[in-house]
Nanobody, 123 residues
Framework: QVQLVESGGGLVQAGGSLRLSCAVS????????MGWFRQAPGKEREFVGS????????LYGDSVKGRFTISRDNAENTVYLQMTSLKPEDTGVYYC????????????????WGQGTQVTVSS
């Protein structure tokens, strides 16, 4: 069974930075494309970015391009989301997700999900 556990969320001022981590157990980590999504209260879950199994392929949502960076360490079974120049609209619960295959942005194409970590950006 594949399990994902996010960490690193918290409260940060606008313009600040934060790094989220997602530790994965079970399965073959390097075979999974890993995605980050976020959900604000009353809104649908939004694609943030995704990284392929080897780390060579990356895809980002338009709202975070140039500010967020996804990376992974296959030796540590961990994927990271480095967030910079944070804005209040980045506030939400951030989820990591895993799927077999290529990077995609569609929520429903990810099979495994973590429990989420709260990120709050104050103005």
């Amino acid at each position: 069974q594949v399990q994902l556990v996010e960490s690193g969320g918290g409260l940060v001022q606008a313009g600040g930075s934060l790094r989220l981590s997602c530790a994965v157990s079970g399965g073959t980590f390097s075979s999974y494309a890993m995605g980050w999504f976020r959900q604000a209260p009353g809104k649908e879950r939004e694609f943030v970015g995704s990284i392929g199994g080897s780390g060579r392929s990356r895809l980002y949502g338009d709202s975070v391009k140039g500010r967020f960076t996804i990376s992974r360490d296959n030796a540590e079974n961990t994927v990271y989301l480095q967030m910079t120049s944070l804005k209040p609209e980045d506030t939400g619960v951030y989820y990591c997700a895993a799927r077999s295959g290529a990077v995609v942005s569609t929520v429903t194409r990810y099979a495994y999900w973590g429990q989420g970590t709260q990120v709050t950006v104050s103005s």
